[in-house]
């Protein structure tokens, strides 16, 4: 069996040992209640940040639109999480990676993830 992941193949003896076979859950096979039974024991993991340390770290602005007209095919600036336009004096919060959604928006994201929505970078190092 060849490894795709690895820059050279690398030939893996088919008969190695599963180390692992016996963490491994095959959710198709399991009924409701066993997976809930499964996510009450495994629990819940939480990659997000504090409201607090969103303030702290996330560099915010007023939106002011272009003061060139814009031709009418250009698309307007739109927030990737709502997908609503940005209304003048919208409260715009930009990521260390330089992407920007609504302040409310990323905040809400931030909370459950600390990864940019667009380009999956870590959103604040700490």
């Given amino acids: 069996m060849l490894s795709i992941h690895s820059p050279m193949p690398v030939r893996i003896p088919e008969e190695a040992p599963d180390t ?3 963490l491994r859950f095959n959710v198709d ?14 629990g819940s993991v939480s990659t997000g940040l504090t409201e607090t340390l969103i303030s702290q770290h996330v560099t915010r602005r007023k939106f002011e639109p272009p003061t060139v ?6 698309e307007k600036e739109l927030c990737c999480i709502c997908q609503d336009e940005y209304d003048e004096g919208a409260d715009i ?4 990676c330089g992407h920007e959604y609504h302040f409310n ?14 380009c999956k970078r870590k959103a604040i190092k700490l």
């Fill in 20 to 22: 692992h076979a016996t």
């Fill in 29 to 42: 096979d399991m009924s409701y209640e066993q997976l809930m039974e499964l996510g009450e024991s495994i």
């Fill in 69 to 74: 007209a814009l031709p009418d095919k250009l």
């Fill in 93 to 96: 919060a930009r990521l260390a």
């Fill in 105 to 118: 928006c990323i905040q809400q994201w931030l909370v459950r993830k600390n990864d940019c929505p667009i």
